[in-house]
């Protein structure tokens, strides 16, 4: 047996508990505002939508929470997950450079979206929920619930976004295959998907609308709860496995990045590969460079407003203050389906306020170029979304070149890309295009902001 399948059988090296950034903070994040009274909310403002364990995970301040055991048998099954030195894909770039990619694309729904899917099922399931409801975009999230909803015995309805739903029906395909009910949004089964379709009938959709249909049906009924993919901290404090299992990798390898790149959609693949690194640099360890990739075409982290906002467009979330582009935003429908949220998630936005990481923003053409590039170094097709992360990646490593210097750089490469070739199609047609985000609607959404008033 060689050492990579040794070391992957390992079940010890799987860590035992995430790790919360919230304890190692200089400063906490803004608190999360009830919309009608605008003061924090409380945990009661949030149980109709989820369990109670989540709730107390999200405003948590101990460093770290134990992941259990029921997790970390399903974990077991595809983590620890390879960490690769990419040296064919330095050789072909020229570079000094040592870069490193931690590989999520090897979990059953093919991104790192179990990590956290899993561990809401399990804490919905010992809570007696019998149904989740939820909203995809291109897919990753919707099959990873309804993946982790088999496992737990758990009813799992998906609102898709409409250009997705019908740009990737496989996704919609394997979500079934899993048990789960696919559902295009907007749709007809709730007041907020009706609102849109009588407004535009042929809508594509967006995060913010499916969030909207699904936190809809969910707080309608007892037994039946929200869950979403991203953006909140215990979806950020799930993923942190990846971190964590990255650091223990790169200490075998005897070695430390010097920069970290993630694709940012809500934040929390970016988050998982990032906070255990912020964290150690937080107290006291080595200060790495951060850098969150985003689309051009929706760029909340580097174009939006550090404001409250909504979570989605039909105003039944509470108010989250972070980079946003207005919940009533409807970016343009680029590939990355799952980099189409109008804001970010709250931690990763106050870390940026605070100085702690960076963020840049490229088109989609610059992304798909780099992901072909490293498939032909590397062999692996990432997801249209982790191509950012690999556009970042290399851009890095060619300053690297540029400038002489070897650093170490690494990137969370978050998914693969085997349910999105039709993205690589258009790409080898020249079928894609650069869109741009329409200017009059950012500014529309960004005037209709709601007006919250600043903390005595
Ligand atoms: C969902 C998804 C994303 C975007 O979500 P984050 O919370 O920003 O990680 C990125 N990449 C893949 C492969 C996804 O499935």
């Known amino acids: 047996m060689n050492d990579t399948v040794k070391y992957l059988l390992d079940e010890s090296r799987i860590p035992k508990a995430w790790y919360n950034i919230q ?22 403002d949030l149980a109709p939508l989820f369990p109670m364990a989540l709730i107390q995970q999200e405003v948590s301040l101990e460093r770290e929470i134990e992941i259990p055991d029921p ?5 077991k099954q595809w983590r620890v997950t390879p960490l690769y030195r990419a040296r064919r894909l330095e050789k072909a770039l020229q570079t000094p450079a040592r870069i490193y990619y931690k590989y999520e694309g090897v979990s059953p729904a093919g991104s790192h979206k179990p990590n956290t899917a899993v561990a809401q099922a399990f804490y919905n399931r010992e809570a007696g929920v019998r149904k989740l409801v939820t909203e995809t975009g291109a897919g990753q999230w919707g099959s990873s619930l309804a993946f982790a909803g088999s496992l737990f015995g758990i009813d799992v309805q998906v609102f898709m976004v409409r250009v997705s739903y019908d740009q990737k029906p496989y996704r919609r395909a394997l979500m079934e295959t899993y048990g789960a009910r696919c559902v295009a949004s907007p749709s007809g089964e709730t007041q907020s998907g009706r609102n849109i379709l009588a407004k535009r009938a042929d809508h594509p959709g967006s995060l913010g609308i499916a969030i909207s249909e699904a936190v809809e049906v969910a707080a309608q009924r007892e037994d039946t709860k929200y ?3 991203s953006v909140l901290n215990h979806v950020l404090l799930h993923q942190t496995v990846i971190g964590i299992e990255a650091q223990a990798q790169l200490e ?9 790149v993630g694709c940012t959609g809500g934040g929390s693949n970016f988050a998982g590969i990032v906070f255990p690194f912020l964290g150690a640099q937080l107290r006291g360890g080595k200060t790495v460079r951060v ?6 075409a929706c760029p909340s982290l580097t174009r939006g407003r550090y404001a409250y906002d909504f979570g989605d467009t039909a105003h039944l979330t509470p108010l989250t203050k972070m980079h946003t582009l207005g919940s009533t935003f409807t970016p343009p429908g680029f590939h990355a389906g799952g980099l189409r949220y109008h804001g970010m998630a709250p931690l990763v936005s106050h870390l940026q306020e605070l100085g702690l990481i960076t963020s840049t923003a490229y088109h989609q053409t610059a ?8 498939a032909r170094a590397e062999g692996i097709m990432p997801a249209p979304e982790a191509n950012h992360a ?3 990646a290399i851009d890095e490593a060619i ?10 750089i690494l990137f969370n490469l978050c998914g693969h890309g085997h349910f999105d070739m039709q993205a690589y199609i258009d790409y080898f047609g020249g079928k894609l295009k650069d869109v741009d985000y329409d200017q009059a609607e950012l500014a529309m959404a960004l005037a209709g902001l709601p007006s919250v008033p600043e903390p005595a």
Do not use: N, W
């Open 23 to 44: 304890a190692d903070l200089p400063q906490p994040a803004p608190a999360v505002l009830h919309p009608g009274t605008m003061k924090p909310v409380g945990p009661e």
């Open 71 to 75: 997790v970390r048998d399903v974990y």
């Open 227 to 229: 869950a979403l993919g």
């Open 252 to 260: 075998l390898a005897d070695d430390y990045p010097d920069v970290i």
């Open 291 to 296: 850098v969150a990739v985003e689309p051009a």
């Open 367 to 374: 992304c798909f170029e780099a992901g072909v590039q490293f």
């Open 390 to 392: 690999v556009r970042g």
């Open 399 to 408: 300053k690297c070149r540029e400038e002489g210097v070897s650093r170490a």
